[in-house]
């Protein structure tokens, strides 16, 4: 597959939250309103805009096989979002500071989700932006009254009870991720395993022009380096239009603005000195803002490749070794949930789809984290050497001990 610019597309879209500072204003039919953030509001965007660059670099560290990769941080941080109002102690802590959020309550946090949930979709009527999220959960499983509160009430989540053992709850789950996604997303979860008790979904989707749209007549085949040996030919688009672009050694970066220059999608292509790997292992808040604010304004030919692509994976390791290893583990604290306890994340499933032509971009994802009981398997089954004791309970005083190796011996 073709690679060289696009893993770095993640950054395309809703990637102007860390940027917008401008008042609010009334909805015009025209240009919509401007996302207001205030001052702790755009701290958080920062802290945001941290944790895409952290779980970008963490994933395609491990994306080794030249696949095209992309991703949508904003669903797997509002997703981490709701489940992190059930979450406790370190486990608490451990998300807080994997999503950037460490120095913000979680009112501040909540608010701050509340708004992009709410002022995002109506930045610009030329621009379809769905963000939805919900909270499913089994019937026979018990859940705080005040994390449903929180959640629906933040997040605006869609909250149901179903029979987790029902082949039914699987696909209301999917067919609710497919409709809030325009049918891109059409297959979140394969399965619901026996232990799992909920799951805390999120989906997006995005559709927009460009400002400066591409002639269809004027595509055409031209050759796209996967690396210093080999090329594909590509569908590139091409025109002379107005765009930003910074220059330097080791990138070329171009800024793409959809319509009303409400969103944008900024790409980053290495220079001959470095690679793709190099610019991805490279990546953060402060090199980011270096690029951002060192854009200038160009009117000039442009030939960019079409390109559509789905892109599907499992995050649970890419966010312990963003250091939530925590909330994967026995030690899990969820009693935020379930005072009971006993709980703890089982999968962080995301999947995403983009489509690039000529007009603008469609694009999807919907991510949904897993919890499970962290209760004793049902068949345990005592089939290697072990130690036992005989005790007395009250006061435990050990009576006997021992140790087994081979149960078959007698030694009579």
Not at 195 to 210: D, H, P, R, T
Not at 308 to 324: C, H, P, Q, V
Not at 380 to 396: A, C, S
């Amino acid at each position: 597959m073709k690679r060289a610019v696009l893993p770095l597309i993640l950054v395309a879209v809703l990637l102007t939250i860390g940027s917008c500072k401008k008042d609010s204003k009334k909805p015009s039919p025209d240009t919509g309103i401007n996302l207001s953030l205030n001052a702790t509001e755009q701290q958080q965007a920062t802290g945001d805009n941290a944790f895409t660059f952290n779980l970008f670099k963490t994933v395609a560290a491990s994306n080794t096989n030249g696949v095209n990769l992309f991703v949508s941080p904003l669903s797997v941080s509002m997703a981490l979002g709701m489940t992190a109002n059930g979450a406790n102690g370190q486990t608490l802590a451990d998300m807080r500071s994997t999503l950037g959020f460490n120095d913000f309550t979680e009112d501040q946090v909540n608010s701050y989700y509340n708004k992009l949930v709410t002022q995002l979709p109506q930045l610009d009527p030329n621009t379809t932006l769905k963000i939805a999220n919900s909270i499913w959960y089994d019937q026979k499983f018990s859940v705080l009254p005040q994390f449903i509160k929180t959640d629906s009430t933040y997040f605006n989540a869609k909250v149901q009870s179903l029979d987790f053992k029902a082949p039914a709850s699987v696909t209301t789950i999917n067919d609710w991720v497919s409709g809030q996604t325009n049918g891109k997303i059409t297959k979140l979860l394969p399965s619901i395993s026996p232990g799992e008790v909920m799951f805390l979904v999120n989906a997006i989707y995005f559709k927009s022009v460009w400002k400066n749209k591409f002639d269809p007549a004027k595509t055409q085949k031209m050759p796209f380096y996967t690396d210093a040996a080999n090329s594909e030919q590509a569908d590139f688009m091409q025109g002379n239009i107005s765009y930003n672009t910074y220059y330097d050694d080791g990138v070329s970066v171009v800024e793409l603005p959809y319509s009303n220059d409400k969103y944008s999608m900024v790409i980053v292509m290495p220079n001959n000195s470095k690679s793709i790997s190099d610019i991805a292992a490279g990546l953060n808040s402060t090199t980011w803002q270096n690029w951002m604010t060192s854009l200038r304004p160009v009117t000039q030919m442009l030939a960019l490749p079409k390109f559509k692509f789905s892109y599907e994976i499992m995050l649970n390791d890419a966010l312990t070794s963003m250091g939530m290893g925590n909330a994967f583990s026995l030690s899990a604290d969820f009693t935020r949930i379930n005072v009971g306890g006993g709980l703890q994340i089982s999968q962080v499933r995301h999947k995403a789809y983009v489509a690039v032509d000529e007009d603008g971009t469609e694009a999807a994802a919907a991510t949904s984290v897993g919890i499970e009981l962290t209760a004793a398997p049902e068949e345990l089954r005592i089939n290697r050497p072990f130690i036992f004791v005989i005790r007395e309970m009250k006061t435990g005083l050990i009576l006997f001990t021992g140790m087994v190796n081979d149960p078959t011996q007698s030694g009579l």
